[in-house]
């Protein structure tokens, strides 16, 4: 028999450009308004996982040191835009063994330090030595995306003006000025067709969750979320033909996670997804299962995927206009998904909200779809 | 182990072939990405032309590119795909273009000119 395993606390810093602030004290800031969030104090936290790709060595040490966390297990994870998620995954499998009664997980990156363009991929890759960057990565599936369903630059456009309006009413967000189709396909171009408001912002960034069992939930007061599913995939490798506008990866990975909450994606009420480019929305529509193949263009130009759609996607502005601070992303989309679970979402609440999808991919190697994939599902 | 030749006057990407489980694949690798097999893999030419999958003119990358510059996914011969810098004009490509490699700058690291292949459209 395992243990229910509940989300009791939830906090985030800032997420902008912060270049006069270390990751130490960004990260400290998601760690104490967690703390704060969940009423716990620090004594409490059995064990911690800490979600950085580009923090370097012991980030999770560094950030806890300054709050007198130490002395019991950290583990700092690294897998790209999946880190934080990652953690978030051993996190509840502890909680669940019963191996840990309270655990912290904490995100953190900080982008600023390379001064802004493409993020730094690994030389000894093959593609990225021939060129490659993330951007060009997206814009080809768009390209592709686009030859094969005729949808269009407006509908790339349309993702991106749908983040501005819900990050306009999001406090946390890094973007928060509404824009228009026009503005959108006139701003300037990053790899075509991707421009750059259809682009993720560099920034920094932490969030952080504490997971519990259901016992220490219950005695925290506060009504629980709960971690209904958490899964981890990784790529397939492959060196021929794959559709690179479809995702196999976040379909399967998915697929896993509907399967052990029990749940589908009909009964999803929000998620919080993977928009590093606004062709990456379009296409997790339909790997997520919320529309069928080649639909994806016409969900969010129907408006369903908007808050007040029937399948509210990005809430938060999503990576688009929230921000990407790389570690964070996973868990800051947990952070959105409980507020919106809790009644918490003020201006930008989806109505009725009862199950929340997270969803979070990245890692840019040559042969595969991504590196990592986590989706996790959250029930009140 | 280079990934090209100069072959009938042209130039040919090098991949590898493995006689276990037939798999062509490219890059070269000792160890066969599919069935595992640690023992008869071999160098092998891909087939000369490929059909382009995906492409996309790039504006903005690290100071080693010189931008804007072109990349695309190139599929071969035995299902075989492969990416890399385009040369020529962006605006001529199309998806489904038929694709020739070539040899050319594809980065710059301290004051040297890094060759490589490339792709171009093959009739042009």
């Known amino acids: ?380 | 182990m280079p990934d090209w030749r100069e072959a009938d006057g042209g130039i040919r990407l090098v991949g590898a072939h493995c006689s276990a489980c037939d798999l062509r694949f490219f890059p070269h690798r000792e160890i066969c990405p599919r069935c595992g097999a640690l023992e008869g893999v071999a160098a092998a030419d891909l087939s000369p032309r490929g059909r382009l999958y995906s492409y996309s003119n790039v504006h903005v990358a690290p100071a080693q590119f010189q931008t804007p510059y072109v990349v695309g996914f190139v599929d071969f011969e035995d299902d075989v795909r492969v990416f890399g810098q385009i040369e020529g004009d962006p605006a001529t490509l199309t998806v489904e273009a038929e694709m020739a490699v070539t040899v050319g700058v594809v980065r710059r690291e301290g004051g040297d000119e890094i060759l490589g292949y490339k792709f171009r459209r093959a009739d042009r």
Not at chain 1, 160 to 176: F, M
């Open chain 1, 1 to 380: 028999m395992t243990v229910r395993c509940a989300i009791v606390g939830v906090g985030m810093s800032r997420f902008a450009k912060q270049p006069d602030r270390t990751i130490e004290d960004i990260g400290r800031d998601a760690v104490l308004a967690a703390l704060k969030d969940a009423g716990l104090t620090r004594d409490r936290i059995d064990e911690a996982f800490c979600g950085s790709s580009y923090g370097g060595p012991m980030i999770g040490q560094r950030i806890l040191r300054d709050l007198g966390l130490t002395g019991i297990p950290i583990t700092n994870v690294e897998n790209a835009c999946s880190s934080g998620a990652a953690g978030l995954r051993q996190a509840c499998g502890l909680v669940e063994s019963g191996r840990a009664e309270t655990v912290l997980v904490v995100g953190v990156d900080k982008l600023t330090k390379f001064g802004g363009g493409t993020l730094p991929l690994e030389a000894t890759d093959l593609d990225v030595a021939n060129g490659m960057v993330m951007p060009a990565l997206y814009a080809m599936r768009a390209q592709r995306y686009m030859h094969e369903t005729g949808a269009k630059p407006e509908h790339l456009a349309m993702v991106a003006v749908k983040a501005r309006e819900a990050a306009a009413l999001n406090p946390h967000a890094q973007y928060r000025e509404k824009t228009t189709i026009e503005a959108v396909l006139a701003s300037r171009p990053v790899t075509d067709p991707l421009t750059l408001f259809m682009c993720c912002p560099s920034g920094d960034g932490a969030a952080a969750v504490i997971v519990a069992s259901e016992a220490t939930a219950k005695r925290l007061g506060a009504p629980p979320v709960f971690v209904a599913a958490s899964v981890l995939q990784s790529g397939r490798y492959k060196t021929g033909r794959r559709d690179i506008g479809y995702s196999e990866l976040t379909e399967r990975t998915s697929k896993l996670a509907y399967e052990r909450a029990g749940l589908g994606p009909e009964d999803v009420d929000l998620a919080e997804v993977h928009d590093a480019f606004a062709i990456a929305e379009i296409m997790y529509y339909e790997a997520l299962g919320f529309c069928g193949r080649g639909e994806g263009s016409a969900f969010v130009a129907e408006g369903r995927s908007h808050i007040g759609g029937d399948k509210p996607v990005n809430p938060s502005g999503g990576l688009l206009c929230k921000g990407h601070p790389i570690g964070a992303t996973g868990i800051a989309q947990v952070c959105e998904a409980v507020w919106q679970l809790r009644g918490q979402a003020a201006k930008r609440q989806v109505e009725n909200a009862n199950v929340a999808l997270t969803h979070c991919t990245g890692g840019g190697i040559s042969g595969f779809d991504h590196g990592a994939c986590a989706v996790h599902v959250l029930t009140r």
